[in-house]
């Protein structure tokens, strides 16, 4: 993982929010919100909440007597979570590195993550954290992305970029969202960590866009995939969106699009 991989700040919070969550994230935080208010947590912990995608969708999946905690690496995207989220006494919302919970053993019913796993610089200690802070009958739900050549716009994405930048591609996109999707892997990391019971499903999904740019504003300007654009040359942020999205319009038609992802959804027990 590069160093920039992790960082979501600057401009990248509020149009990760506004184009990328509609277009990938909504239907799995929606899936996750199930899971969770299917195991009636009355405390619960989210890591790696982002800009509150799954937190929105499981405060309206709980009853009010929850104790909800959503945290995240980065404090701007948390900063868009909680502007978007409005007044609710059940969350509260804190700085934390996944991988170092500041947070007492055995004190969460649940601890659940969308889309954070693969950004874990050590994964084991991440599921580590989350197992120490559940009660012993608690559970860990989270999702991650599947192969990239499985989640077409992030693949044809980075096709584009290539092309454009030959001598060293922005490969973002399949290091490290796309870079963590073996079963057996991500269940010997588990087992490592202490958990004992672990299952771990296959989902597809459908993205929709009204048009291809919409789609290449979403992967180059609102994830750290940016960053790498323009640590290339500052000056081509918007010619390489432009470039993602005819690659999209030559593929998919001039909108509204729609193109297959897939993720994996898993459930952990101690
Ligand atoms: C792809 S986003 C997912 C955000 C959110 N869960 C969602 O579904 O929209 C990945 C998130 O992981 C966060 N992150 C990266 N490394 C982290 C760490 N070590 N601990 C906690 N969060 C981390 C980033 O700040 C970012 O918000």
């Known amino acids: 993982m590069s160093a920039t991989d992790k960082v ?10 506004e184009y990328l969550v509609p277009l990938i994230f909504s239907v799995y935080a929606d ?4 899971r969770v208010a299917a195991l009636s947590p009355t405390v619960l912990l989210e890591t790696a909440a982002g800009t509150g995608a799954v937190t929105r969708a499981v405060a309206a999946a709980l009853p009010r007597d929850v104790r909800y905690i959503a945290t995240d690496l980065n404090e701007p995207m948390l900063a868009v979570a909680a502007q978007r989220q409005g007044e609710d006494d059940r969350i509260s919302w804190r700085q934390a590195d996944a991988t170092a919970l500041p ?3 055995a004190t969460f019913d649940v601890v659940c993550c969308q889309f954070g796993a693969m950004f874990f610089p050590d994964r084991i200690k991440g599921y580590a954290e989350a197992k120490r802070v559940l009660r012993p009958d608690g559970a860990f739900v989270f999702n ?3 192969r990239i050549e499985d989640n077409v716009f992030a693949h044809d ?3 584009a970029l290539g092309k454009m930048f030959p001598d060293d591609p922005p490969r973002f996109m399949a290091r490290t969202p796309h870079g963590y999707h073996d079963k057996t892997a991500i ?7 202490g958990f004992g019971h672990i299952s771990i499903e296959t989902l597809s999904a459908v993205s929709r866009a009204p048009t291809p740019d919409y789609v290449a504003i979403a992967y180059c300007q609102g994830t750290p995939l940016r960053s790498e654009i323009e640590a290339r040359d500052a000056g081509k942020l918007q010619a390489a969106t432009e470039a993602v999205a005819e690659a999209i319009r030559m593929r998919h038609g001039p ?6 992802i897939q993720a994996l959804v898993i459930t952990a027990r101690p």
Do not use: C, H, M, N
């Open 144 to 146: 991650v992305w599947d």
């Open 255 to 260: 909108g509204p699009v729609e193109a297959g």
């Open 157 to 159: 994405a980075t096709i």
């Open 8 to 17: 979501f700040a600057g401009s990248i919070p509020k149009l990760y929010d």
């Open 31 to 34: 899936d996750i919100a199930r």
């Open 187 to 193: 269940k010997a990391d588990l087992e490592q960590a």
């Open 103 to 105: 947070f007492d053993d």
